[in-house]
């Protein structure tokens, strides 16, 4: 089992910034995925950036203002949000997943919620 425990949501202006942490405990493997996704009000959960030990992705409508980063020390990842939108209001998921044969389980935070005004 892994437990993931998301913090540093919060209400912003749009144009201002926001830094969301994820702790991962449990029986963590090295070679992972872990990133973020999100859900608004009414819509699918989208991938927003996702980090492995080889690459980054991320969603479309956030390159060049998120910056996702991992400190494998602490199991821990980070999603610097930066010039923030209304659009990017929703709820933010943690996600952790190990990379193997098989199919492995899909972990996810409880959320944190960020919402931006204009």
């Known amino acids: 089992q892994v437990q993931l425990v998301e913090s540093g949501g919060g209400l912003v202006q749009a144009g201002e910034f926001l830094r969301l942490s994820c702790a991962a405990s449990g029986n963590i493997f090295s070679i992972n995925v872990m990133g973020w996704y999100r859900q608004a009000p009414g819509k699918q959960r989208e991938m927003v950036a996702l980090i492995t030990s080889v690459g980054i992705n991320y969603a479309d409508s956030v390159k060049g203002r998120f910056t996702i980063s991992r400190d494998n020390a602490k199991h821990t990842v980070y ?4 010039r923030l939108k209304p659009e990017d209001t929703a709820l933010y998921y943690c996600h952790y997943r190990r990379v193997g044969l098989g199919s492995p ?4 935070g409880q959320g944190t919620q960020v919402t931006v005004s204009s």
């Open 105 to 108: 389980p899909n972990y996810w």
């Open 79 to 82: 999603l610097q949000m930066n």
